[in-house]
């Protein structure tokens, strides 16, 4: 069984699905620690509601992002975690970090990428007049949103759209992808050729 630590700066909604997930047996992993880098953030209350660690790691405690990164790789290690979840964490992660977790730290960002990369994935959409947004769950390397996809899936944007009625409908098409891209790799069913991932579905 996979350990799982999620990172989230915010409302906490993936998380919350994530968890959820497991309890249905939907991931066949575990939640073993939720780390936020804000003390008011959603995602702590949620996990610690569960029963689940859930740690604030300030960053005023830290010089350099790298000094930062080194203490949530110790905590990391420390829980013998196998598969780093960012949901909505809002660091930009060093290479002290990617390194030692390379190919086992996973994002998802709220747009087809490489379409609009970066904050405000979806407003960026909505500006640029796109018909056709979505979400995906990739991997993460050194750039902004750059690393091998996983999965995406779509949703159309609607000509009365507004910034929070698209938000919510991603929101949903999200956490459907993240509990499929999470729940594949605690398989081991993902393999990372360059920049494809190749999936190896079987029958459960
Ligand atoms: C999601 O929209 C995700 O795409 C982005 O941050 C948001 C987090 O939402 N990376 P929540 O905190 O899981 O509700």
Redesign the pocket.
């Known amino acids: 069984m996979k350990n799982i630590a999620v990172l ?1 700066s ?6 919350q699905a994530i968890m959820d997930a497991v309890d249905k047996g939907e991931i066949t992993g575990k939640v073993v620690l939720v780390i936020s880098d804000r003390h008011e953030a959603r ?1 702590l209350v949620r996990a610690r509601k569960k029963n689940i660690k859930a740690l604030f790691i300030d960053p005023a405690g830290y010089r350099e992002r790298e000094d930062y990164d080194s203490a949530l790789v110790s905590v990391l290690q420390e829980e013998d975690v196998d598969l780093v979840v ?3 964490f809002m660091r930009l992660l060093s290479a002290t970090m990617i390194d030692i977790f390379r190919g086992k730290i996973m ?4 747009s087809l990428l490489p379409s609009f990369p970066g904050c405000d ?1 979806v407003k960026q959409a909505i500006e640029h007049g796109v018909k056709i947004t979505g ?1 995906t769950v990739h991997f993460v390397d050194e750039g902004l949103d750059t690393g091998p996809i996983i999965i995406q899936d779509s949703v159309v944007v609607l000509q009365d759209d507004t910034l929070e009625t698209l ?1 919510q409908r ?2 949903s098409v ?1 956490h459907r992808a993240y509990i499929r891209a999470i729940d594949l790799y605690c398989r081991d069913m993902i393999e990372i050729e360059g920049r494809r991932c190749v999936i190896h579905e079987k029958q459960r």
């Not at 915010?10 to 998380?15: A, H, I, K, V």
């Not at 994002?107 to 709220?110: L, V």
């Open positions: 989230a915010g409302e906490g909604t993936n998380l995602a960012l949901a909505g994002n998802i960002h709220p994935g979400c938000q991603i929101h999200e």
